[in-house]
């Protein structure tokens, strides 16, 4: 039996950040970063609260690629105020770390025997690319590896999706959040556990994401455009939490941890190779993952009069897209060192098969598998 829902209520569009003008609460627990602070956005938020009569406790430690050790950071800082209101103002990391502070206190809660009052859970997000605002999905590094929590828990009551948040993005954070958004979308759509409701949502989430991205990319001052991939990642958001997501992301999770690097580049360096992997053409007796990539195809324009004519133009205009956002070919264009990198992939692979994202894989992996879409994403 397949499900779909959507839990928090989202207010959009520029200057949407005025709602918090609204919010009824006794106090709030903000968690964000040194950048929204420099940028006044952090002070916008807490002056439109304060004039809401909501007194702010304000932590901005938040780390890159958040892990536990930071997580219960913020929770020793939350619980000398224990606000009603958490609000998370910030990128992805803001978001995970708020949402593993919400878990990981429901937990010590809970193991007292005493019931669990969940604080109001606000989410403003300050990139455009993790849908975390919409998602009860957090990715923290635990032991050395990234994990993925996944709980209801920790799914916002509301978003606000203000593009203005997202005016100052460096072009690097708009191409590698944006193919992280395109890549929640495209693994959405051809999950094991994708319906049509969130197959609606993932095509609509490509089709903006492949028309908008570089025109942000380019010109981050351009509402429009930034206004279409807000929304097209909060879409993305939206069909992934309900589908589930692939093994780019299993992938992208080992890798980047190992590696250090970034969430989004992780996974725009390694969708090519898993969607030629997921599409399988050399299997004629099932093309039916090659087939969903076809119509995203046709979706975009592309000619599709076929199922390995649509796949393969699919594919090339993921290839184009990347070109235009000045990702690397591959992740030796990318700078990895090839001897630390083959020596790491049985590791990584042994964890990407361990990562939660795994299993609503449209194919089933064997860690030989995984293997080779790492040596031919080098």
Do not use: W
Not at 94 to 120: E, R
Not at 170 to 198: F, M, R, W
Not at 210 to 232: G, M, P, T, W
């Amino acid at each position: 039996m397949k499900e779909f829902e959507i839990k928090p209520r989202i207010y959009f569009d520029e200057g949407s950040l005025e709602y918090l003008r609204e919010v009824k609460s006794k106090n709030a627990f903000i968690l964000s970063d040194g950048i929204m602070e420099k940028l006044g956005y952090l002070k916008q938020a807490v002056d439109f609260l304060e004039s809401a009569g909501v007194q702010c406790d304000v932590y901005t430690n938040i780390k890159p690629e958040p892990d536990l050790l930071a997580v219960m950071d913020s929770l020793e800082h939350y619980m000398v105020h224990q606000g009603h209101t958490v609000i998370a103002l910030g990128g992805g990391s803001a978001m995970d770390t708020a949402k593993a502070m919400i878990y990981f206190l429901h937990q010590a809660v809970s193991k007292t025997g005493k019931s669990f009052n969940k604080p109001q859970f606000i989410a403003i997000p300050t990139t455009s690319g993790t849908g975390s605002e919409v998602t009860d999905f957090s990715v923290i590094t635990i032991n050395g590896k990234k994990t993925a929590l996944i709980d209801d828990l920790m799914a916002p009551d509301i978003a606000i999706l203000d593009s203005t948040c997202t005016r100052s993005l460096p072009p690097q954070v708009i191409a590698d959040t944006g193919l992280d958004a395109l890549v929640h979308a495209v693994e959405a759509y051809v999950s094991n556990k994708a319906t049509d409701c969130t197959d609606a949502l993932a095509e609509k989430a490509v089709y903006i994401l492949c028309h908008n991205l570089v025109r942000f990319y380019r010109n981050s001052e351009d509402k429009d455009a930034r206004e279409c991939i807000q929304r097209a990642s909060c879409l993305a958001g939206m069909a992934f939490t309900n589908a589930n997501l692939g093994i780019t992301h299993s992938m992208a999770h080992a890798f980047g941890g190992t590696f250090h690097l970034s969430h989004g580049r992780s996974n725009a360096l390694l969708m090519e190779k898993v969607i030629e992997y997921n599409a399988n053409l050399k299997d004629t007796s099932d093309q039916q993952v090659a087939a969903k990539y076809g119509q995203l195809a046709r979706i975009l324009g592309l000619p599709a009069r076929t199922t390995r004519e649509g796949y393969v133009n699919f594919l090339q205009a993921v290839r184009q897209l990347k070109r235009d956002l000045h990702i690397p070919a591959s992740i030796r264009a990318a700078g990895i060192q090839e001897e630390a990198f083959m020596a790491a992939t049985g590791k990584m692979a042994e964890q990407a098969l361990a990562d939660r994202c795994t299993p609503s894989n449209p194919r089933t992996p064997a860690k030989e598998d995984i293997i080779a879409i790492y040596k031919a994403a080098y």
